[in-house]
């Protein structure tokens, strides 16, 4: 094990955890901990379902979320604890979605621009799994049997669901207070990640385009006879 990256990765999780957790910054929809001080490399994390369309609604559903020692480079590996009833969750617990697997697992088939990268954070990860929850994708089942039943028998799985929804509520920490209603905050950095990949996609458009223009310049200048500009004269006489 590489301790100078074991290093670098505590400092980056270190920073993540703080600004996650920052009361000001919070996204009321994640309750996370660290499962003891000494161990910035292991969360856990409480979902809070604030959506009141969704059938998740009121849940707290508990996960963990354990960081390699190479993180950003690697992603965390995460599962609920105990597993939910869900179209895009193993029966372990784990979770069936693209940004928590690198390019070329053979756990995924999402192109490349969606699993993950170093340039993911812990919240953009957060973020995905709480939009999957709200919204499965029945068309890459983790959990087959949900899946079906999702789609034939959606007043049962609603059933189960709700069910599950109840008993999730006996996790909730001792003085913890759940939020009752959906703050814009989870919107608003919902959206803002959202912005920042549309923004870095157009970054990456601009600075092509720049550097082409920049290029074609150049070539032009090169391509000029020197002879037809006259020598400009000096301001100073040369000894």
Known sequence: MDKTNKTSAANLLLRQYRELTDPKRAIPSFH?????DSNIFVWHIGFIILNEDSIYNGGYFKSEMKFPSNFPYSPPHFKFVPPIYHPNVYKDGKLCISI???????MTSEPDNETWSPVQSVESVLISIISLLEDPNISSPANVDASVEYRKNFQEYKRKVRLQVERSKQDIPEG???PTSTSSAYVSKKNDYLMQ????????ILTSD?????????????????????????LFEED
């Open 32 to 36: 996370i901990e660290l499962e003891n």
């Open 100 to 106: 928590l697997h690198q390019s070329g697992d053979s």
């Open 176 to 178: 913890f207070i759940m």
């Open 197 to 204: 990949k549309l923004n870095e996609k157009e970054n990456e």
């Open 210 to 234: 720049l550097t082409d223009d920049f290029w074609n310049e150049e070539k032009e200048l090169d391509s000029l006879d020197d002879s037809e500009y006259e020598e400009e004269p000096l």
